[in-house]
């Protein structure tokens, strides 16, 4: 599925008044691991509180035990503290690394961000290396400043 069509698709999730926030980022998540071939994982991670890590929000794919991410840690804590997108090509040559699946290929990483303040971020793995390019991080962006519009809605 094309982007712009998924713009459409989220937008449209983002829009509807009869969901919860969380229910939003639920299918948000589950539209995007299904339409996408290689995002095999989608989840949302966010500040927890005033604490220094990250916690998982709503996700579609296999389970993880990552529910609670220290600031710093892996790609998600180092985005915490970065405040910058992380577009990884190849999970093993990360030293930082937290590996939640042994399938996991490669990673991309995108803080959101309500005024002007890192509260989390969404996380896709791929089980394809190099999966990710420009045209993602583009999107990701675009989905992550339309979720800010509602975030506490």
Known sequence: MKFDILKNNCLNIVENNELKFE????????????EIAYYDWV??????????????????????????????????????????????EDVTAQDNYISCNFNVKSEIVIPLFVDGQNIGQIDIDSNTLKAFGKEDELFLEWLNSEISKIYNS
Do not use: M, W
């Open 23 to 34: 229910d939003k980022l639920l299918e948000i998540c589950k539209i995007l691991k299904n």
């Open 43 to 88: 989840g949302f991670y966010f500040r927890n509180g005033d604490k220094e890590e990250l916690i998982l929000g709503p996700y579609a794919g296999e389970p993880t035990d990552h529910t609670i991410i220290p600031f710093g840690k892996g790609i998600c804590g180092q985005v915490a503290v970065s405040n910058k997108n992380f577009v990884v």
